[in-house]
């Protein structure tokens, strides 16, 4: 943006950026005095680096396994990306079929209650049996955390919807699907990107989990084996990556949403 | 002048779980061709009631509406609500033109019209702007025009005016009445405020609480065009006193 008007305007964007920057500045400085510290402590053996680890260890770390972690990271994404996919879509399709009729959504209802409060690794020996040791059941996992939550949050959504443009809809002699689509989901598109991001966060929940339940392969399943193997740094090392790869899915929908807020107008 | 709408013995019930509420009983109108038809009442008397019947949207429980003759089912009526209920994820164009959308294809012609009504009442500099930019009067303005894009026969109104600070309500009044004229159509609208009824109609109902009847109907007979000067004919305050009266006092 360009800095331009009366020389008090200019003076206070000036400032504004200026603490901008600062913040910026601050963010990072204490991710790296952090990993700095930890190197120092962890060198002069001021804490014992068999449980804690290091930066460098974990560098090191990451350096021998760097052939096979690429394997790891393609599988736990592939299986955080594909239940994503389906519990936002999944969710977001039975929650459209219970706002259109208003008698399955009284129905559901208790339904959808008992199962959303229902902690979901209670049902993990049930999937396993039934979907099999696998890729499959982590999938399941991480779609069963999120998806009801989904539908939940979706659908309170729906039906929302301010009862008057309803009306003005009627006016207008639209029909139900009509309704739907000019203006249900257009009127929920920011609280289906505010689903998105919790999708993000419960996604990576259940597929860790899954994968600390069963798996042959996968971040979730190299901290578990690290963990076992008293392998700290290799811990260490996954749950890094993990970091990594949970914000950058954060930030494609946070992405998305810039997006579309500029395209529908809801910027403030 | 020609009977455009017509009402007899209408009646209407609504059922909910706490009971019934008969909001309109024995109800007789009738609306001619090009007039501006006010209505006042009682708060609660039924008045959105008889703008939704007139509309089609409710179904009479008992008696007959017609325009033009024929019965609602599929008349080409106009509603403007209470507040302008713009999509502010649409843009001015867009939500003038979201009526047409909804009946099939927007063709060029439909295009050209809404222009050519975005350009008459000043608002073709915001065409493709969002309605958070737009004052609370030209946001009416653009909800009037969502409805005249449509070619209405008939205009319902259901104060429009009532989210409006006093200043806007009587010039955004006076805009939506002399739209209303120069597209030559026949409109009937519901108010709180009775000097705003007999500043922008040429006739005013009055109403009785519920269930609502016509208890008597005015010829206002003001002289001058503008509703401002309507306000200032010295029979305006006597015109008012009449409505008045037979608004408070019930029989
Ligand atoms: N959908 C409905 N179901 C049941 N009762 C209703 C419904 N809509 C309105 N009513 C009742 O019918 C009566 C008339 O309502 P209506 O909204 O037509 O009055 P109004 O004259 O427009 O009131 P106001 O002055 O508040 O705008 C009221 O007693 C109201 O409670
Ligand atoms: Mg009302």
Known sequence: MKISGSPEHVKFLRRERRTDAAVRIIQIGILVAFLFLWEILARTETIDSFITSSPSKMLATFKTISTSVWKHIGVTLYEAVLSFALATVGGTLIAIALWFSGLARRISEPYLVVLNSLPKIALGPIIIIWVGAGTGAIVVMALLISLIITVINTLQGFVSVDPDKILLMKTFRANKLQVLLKLVLPANVPNMINCLKINVGLTWVGTIMGEYLVSKAGLGYLIVYGGQVFNLSLVMCSTFILCVLSGGMYAIVAIIERIVNKKYGFCS | ?251
């Not at chain 2, 109902?205 to 002289?223: E, F, G, M, N, Y």
């Open chain 2, 1 to 251: 002048m020609k009977e455009i709408l017509q009402m007899k013995k209408v009646g209407l019930t609504y059922h909910s779980r706490k009971g019934e509420t008969t909001a309109i009983e024995d109800f007789d109108l009738t609306v001619y061709e090009g007039e501006f038809l006010g209505v006042v009442g009682p708060s609660g008397a039924g008045k959105t009631t008889l703008l939704s019947l007139l509309d089609g949207i409710l179904t009479p429980t008992s008696g007959d509406i017609t325009l033009d003759g024929q019965t609602l089912k599929t008349a080409n009526v106009g509603y403007m609500l209470q507040r302008d209920q713009l999509f502010n994820w649409r843009t001015v164009k867009k939500n003038v033109l979201l009526g047409l959308e909804l009946k099939g294809k927007v063709t060029a012609k439909d295009e050209e019209y809404a222009d050519l009504l975005l350009n008459k009442y000043g608002l073709s500099d915001f065409a493709d702007r969002f309605p958070n930019e737009l004052s609370g009067g030209m946001r009416q303005r653009v909800a009037l025009i969502r409805t005249l894009v449509l070619e209405p026969r008939i205009i319902l109104l259901d104060e429009p005016f009532s989210a409006l600070d006093f200043q806007t309500r009587l010039s955004v009044g006076e805009d939506v009445r002399r739209i209303i004229k120069e597209e030559k159509l026949t409109a009937v609208l519901v108010t709180h405020d009775i000097s705003e009824a007999i500043a922008l109609c040429d006739r005013v109902a009055v109403l009785t609480s519920r269930p609502a009847k016509v208890k008597s109907i005015h010829d206002t007979k003001l002289s001058g065009g503008t509703s401002l000067e309507k306000r200032e004919d010295e029979n305006f305050s006597s015109a008012f006193a009449e409505v008045w009266k037979e608004l408070t006092y019930e029989n």
